[in-house]
């Protein structure tokens, strides 16, 4: 079984740039939440889909960001523009389960 | 606010030494608690969860973990560690009732086991 993947790996961009990232969940998962992680800091709760529905966004910094979740299945998360605090690892994750989250390997986003 | 705090940031063992990571949380109600671990380069993983029943959980890998409410701990244990379980380990709660997923982190704490 697949995990669920993430891309790019790494991304490096100026301020002011427009970012997408995607995330490709467990196939049947219908939960899929974004993470993220700034630099020395904990790992951040973002929002949470139920299939394409947004069920949860209560951690979403700014509007500067916009998550999708197309048909249910993959999402993306745009960040525009990109400022320099938004760097960081962004984690995907899904579940089928009640509290069992399965992550992806992350993205690392650069803004220089 | 929620928090989970991690008491160390850094902890470094020679094999075969005892383990014993500290997790702490403030919250007053019901909770659920877990432990992940990101070894190099992977992603992070559930080592073991805690839902309700036994307070002393058991997971993956020998480790275990112990839910103490009156101390509002979950401290993650290990008799003997070896040079593999080298990695980053987090602490997270999730309020019992709450939105699925949102997991609240501890900052992690980054174990080095020395050959």
């Known amino acids: 079984e697949a995990g669920v993947t993430q891309f790019p790996s790494h991304s490096v961009i100026e301020k002011g740039q427009t970012v997408t990232l995607r995330c490709d969940p467990i196939?049947?998962?219908?939960?899929l939440y974004w993470y993220r992680r700034v630099m020395g800091k904990e790992i951040k709760f973002l929002l949470h889909?139920?299939?394409?529905?947004?069920?949860?966004e209560s951690g979403m910094p700014n509007n500067r960001f916009l998550a999708e979740r197309t048909g249910g299945t993959y999402s993306t998360l745009k960040v525009q523009p990109a400022e320099l605090e938004d760097s960081g690892v962004y984690f995907c994750?899904?579940?089928?389960?009640?509290?069992?989250?399965?992550f992806g390997p992350g993205t690392r986003l650069t803004v220089t | 606010a929620q928090s989970v705090s991690q008491h160390n940031h850094h902890v470094i063992l020679s094999e075969a030494a005892s383990l014993e990571l500290g997790c702490n949380y403030s919250?007053?109600?019901?909770?659920?608690l877990f432990w992940y671990v990101q070894y190099p380069g992977q992603h992070l993983q559930l080592l073991l969860k805690y839902f309700s029943g036994d307070p002393l959980v058991k997971g993956i890998k020998g480790f275990e973990a112990e839910f103490i409410k009156s101390k509002f701990s979950f401290n993650l244990r290990k008799p003997s560690v070896q040079w593999s379980d080298t990695a980053e380990y987090f602490c997270a709660v999730m309020n019992y009732g709450g939105s699925q997923g949102n997991l609240i982190f501890g900052k992690g704490t980054k174990l080095s086991v020395k050959p």
């Open positions: 994750a899904s579940s089928q389960e009640w509290g069992s989250l399965y």
């Open positions: 889909f139920v299939k394409e529905s947004k069920q949860d």
């Open positions: 919250y007053g109600g019901t909770v659920n």
């Open positions: 196939s049947g998962h219908d939960n």
